[in-house]
């Protein structure tokens, strides 16, 4: 598992020379690949593997695994967006997201933190989500995959996940 920083794109490789993932595990004694993405613009948890079962337990969306996210959004929530973002909105491709767990961390004038628990992972889902009802994402982290929280890892900073992390994934 990674911490990862803003300004690192989730591929392999890229053709047009920008920072990637796998720069930052560069000293990993295993040939890995990301499970899942991040975007350029998130920082946080994102899990690496060699096993392809692994990722297959890991990224499809019937799986419904939990992913949390910490997102400072602007302006300050209302009550009804809180309660579309939980129902599940329509994107603006037409899907509409699974009901999400919707919690606000903290509220200040034109701001606030919330947590946000989703159980798919369509393309840039939460940002997709905030927007659809108004929202400007401002800042997006994920703390959490499953069980696994991304705890005190320091962004740039990968750490191999223990026995009971890997069995609770696969569970």
């Known amino acids: 598992m990674m911490n990862k920083p803003r300004g690192y794109i989730t591929t392999s490789s890229d053709d047009r020379g920008r920072k990637t993932v796998l720069d930052l595990i560069s000293d990993t004694p295993a040939r890995v690949y990301p499970v899942g993405r991040l975007d350029k613009d998130s920082e946080g948890l994102l899990l690496f593997t060699n096993d392809g079962n692994f990722a297959n337990q890991l990224t499809p969306p019937s799986h419904q695994v939990s992913k949390l996210y910490r997102v400072t959004v602007r302006p300050t929530v209302t009550e009804e967006q809180l309660i579309a973002l939980a129902n599940g909105v329509y994107l603006d491709d037409g899907t509409k997201t699974l009901p999400a767990i919707v919690h606000v961390v903290t509220q200040e004038e034109n701001r606030s933190v919330m947590e946000i628990s989703i159980k798919e992972g369509k393309n840039r889902q939460v940002r997709r989500m905030c927007a659809a009802v108004g929202l400007e994402v401002a800042r997006l982290k994920r703390t959490q995959i499953g069980s696994v929280k991304l705890g005190m890892l320091k962004q740039g900073d990968w ?10 994934l696969m569970v």
């Open 159 to 168: 750490r191999n996940l223990t026995d009971e992390e890997v069995h609770k």
